[in-house]
């Protein structure tokens, strides 16, 4: 049983005999894995990227819509225009906008009305221009979910302005001097009457007055306001995709692995046909 033992035990020694085994394999996988990994270096395209992100537009306190919404939207097949293919070079494809949903690469940001886009493309004036007509794109269709929410809200604003002239206007009749004159002191209960009509119409006066101010005021920034970029676009000069390091790397942990894979099986392969060949040699 110490005998089964002692052969199953890997020692140290046989380790660094292993190592110095896959010394050639090792090499001459290195030099391969170092050649075909500067071949796909230098014939691999510069790839220049564009990256930002958008809030979403604001009417009266509440965003247009949810990125969430968004998102789906921008997937559906002819929600970008025509402009955006042309300037994202996917106008020749079957399904341009989809196309366009597939490179900007959405993110979505869950603790915000915010969505990130990254863009890539052979320059980095090609990767902006893409990015700036989807921003664009967006922008515009937004304004247009937003206008008929801003114009009920000016409709309001329009109807609360007429209550308010009509109330000033009736607040000029109910003055104390006219009603000193209007009704002797014997009519009380008229008087009484009349001005608690004249209380109630200053409270309406200035509830139509702070109504108004508030309505304004939601169709003013921060409350109201158009698709933006909280920061402005990114786009670096360098190419995202030529890292020479990180292939270099790449290349040389590739090359020692299959160097001492190619010993380990070289090693092993006697031992699988002796194995192999046993049973035969046993049924002869």
């Avoid at 979403?56 to 965003?63: D, L």
């Avoid at 893409?130 to 008929?148: F, R, T, W």
């Avoid at 308010?164 to 209960?189: C, M, W």
């Avoid at 139509?208 to 909280?230: G, H, R, W, Y």
Wanted: overall charge neutral.
């Amino acid at each position: 049983m110490q005998d089964s033992y002692t052969e199953d035990e890997i020692s140290l020694t046989d380790i660094l005999l292993f190592l110095q085994d896959s010394i050639g394999n090792v090499i001459k996988s290195v030099v391969a894995c170092v050649i075909l990994g500067g071949t796909y270096y230098f014939s691999t395209p510069k790839l220049y990227e564009a990256s930002a992100t958008i809030q979403m537009a604001m009417a009266t306190g509440n965003p247009v819509e949810t990125p969430t919404v968004l998102l789906e939207k921008i997937k559906l097949p002819l929600y970008f225009s025509q402009a955006v293919w042309t300037a994202c070079y996917t106008n020749e494809d079957l399904t341009p906008s989809r196309k366009v949903a597939e490179k900007i690469k959405p993110i979505l940001n869950k603790s915000a009305p915010f969505i990130g886009f990254s863009v890539q493309a052979q320059s980095t004036q090609e990767a902006k221009a893409c990015l700036q007509a989807v921003i664009s794109d967006i922008a515009n269709k937004q304004a247009e979910i937003a206008k008929p929410i801003l114009d009920q809200k000016k409709t309001q604003i329009a109807q609360l302005e007429e209550k308010l002239n009509l109330a000033v206007e009736t607040s000029k009749i109910l003055t104390p001097n006219k009603l000193g004159t209007s009704f002797p002191d014997t009519q009380f209960a008229s008087r009484a009457l009349v001005l608690a009509t004249t209380l109630s119409n200053s409270r309406e006066i200035k509830d139509l007055t702070n109504q108004i101010n508030d309505a304004k005021v939601s169709l003013e920034e921060p409350q109201t306001k158009a698709t933006s970029m909280p920061t402005p676009m990114y786009a670096p000069e360098f190419a995202v995709n030529k890292r020479p390091v990180f292939t270099l790397g790449i290349s040389l942990m590739l090359g020692i692995f299959i160097g001492l894979l190619i010993t380990g099986f070289t090693k092993i392969l006697p031992s699988i046909r002796k194995h192999l060949q046993t049973p035969k040699n046993q049924s002869l």
